[in-house]
């Protein structure tokens, strides 16, 4: 697989200060031709699950050979590894704290092991002449991948690995009777609370007939097909364009209506079991 010349970028940045900036200026001095999209730069400051979630999301999604630049990183300057990914579809340069778990994962589900490659970056020629010890986004992180989109295998960049640091993902479980319990993961702009419940949980669960969320001590009765298909004002419940149930309220703010956010439980049901 060569590279396509696509590079993404999702940190946690934000955009009042020139961090997001500079990394494209130090991609570009590599890479002339490089063709940069923002993910996001407003994941939540140091939150791994919330960078591993939205990578999730969206990698996809793009063509075969792009680089995806993850830099969410709590540790740096410290012992975690940076490290480049290289699966059958993408490239993936970050820190090695999490948050490629999700990548990993899907990556070891779809393709053998061998079909793979992982690097720790020790190479500092493919670095910046001076690294800091508090910006290495722009100094190891943004230089890789540069590199990659030119052309450079990545064995070049250090020695092979073969396991990556994991974040903890929490995953839905069975609760006594027959209830699926559950926590909400992520809130996006519009108030929508995603949770760790995928369709195939439902499924395998038998909990697509007769469903019904509780919250907080609020039910939420039905799965709807359409945030449209909601009446005003009520909480529903769908699945999503992330494949992953969802509380959410037509033309409303889901969350803030129920006062819960990342982390919060829910249990599903239907109406043949009981609560767990």
Same mark, same amino acid.
């Given at each position: ?17 020139? !961090? ?8 570009? *001095? ?15 400051? $140091? ?5 591993? !979630?939205? @990578? +999730?999301?969206? +990698? ?36 090695? *704290? ?10 070891? $589900? ?17 670095? @910046? ?6 910006? +290495? ?25 073969? $396991? ?26 519009? =108030? ?11 499924? $395998?669960?038998?909990?697509?007939? =007769? ?39 037509? *033309? ?20 043949? +079991?009981?609560?767990?």
């Amino acid at each position: 697989m060569r590279p396509n010349g696509i590079i993404t970028l999702t940190t946690d940045f934000g955009h009042t200060d020139s !961090y997001v900036g500079v990394m494209k200026g130090v991609i570009l *001095n590599i890479a002339p031709e490089a063709r940069m999209i923002d993910i996001t730069h407003h994941i939540d400051p $140091q939150n791994i699950p919330e960078a591993t !979630y939205t @990578l +999730h999301t969206f +990698h996809r999604y793009f063509p075969v050979g792009t680089v995806h630049l993850v830099i969410v990183d709590p540790g740096v300057g410290g012992t975690r590894r940076p490290v480049a990914l290289q699966t059958p579809e993408a490239f993936y340069v970050a820190p090695d *704290n999490g948050v490629l778990t999700s990548v990993w994962r899907d990556a070891l $589900q779809r393709w053998d092991p061998e079909q793979c490659d992982m690097v720790d970056l020790t190479e500092r020629r493919f670095w @910046l002449s001076e690294v800091s010890n508090t910006f +290495h986004g722009r100094d190891i992180f943004a230089p890789v991948a540069a590199h990659i989109v030119n052309g450079t295998a990545l064995t070049e960049f250090g020695s092979r690995i073969t $396991q990556l640091t994991e974040a903890d993902v929490v995953e839905p479980v069975n609760g006594r009777t027959g209830a699926l319990v559950g926590r909400i993961v992520h809130v996006d702009h519009f =108030g929508n609370c995603i949770t760790n419940i995928e369709l195939s949980h439902l499924e $395998q669960s038998n909990l697509i007939q =007769g469903l019904t969320v509780e919250i907080i001590g609020q039910h939420i009765p039905g799965l709807y097909r359409t945030y449209a298909d909601g009446p005003l004002g009520e909480l529903i419940a769908l699945i999503g364009s992330s494949g992953r149930l969802e509380l959410a309220i037509r *033309n409303s703010n889901a969350a803030k209506r129920l006062g819960v956010g990342v982390n919060d439980n829910l249990r599903v049901w239907a109406v043949a +079991h009981t609560k767990a």
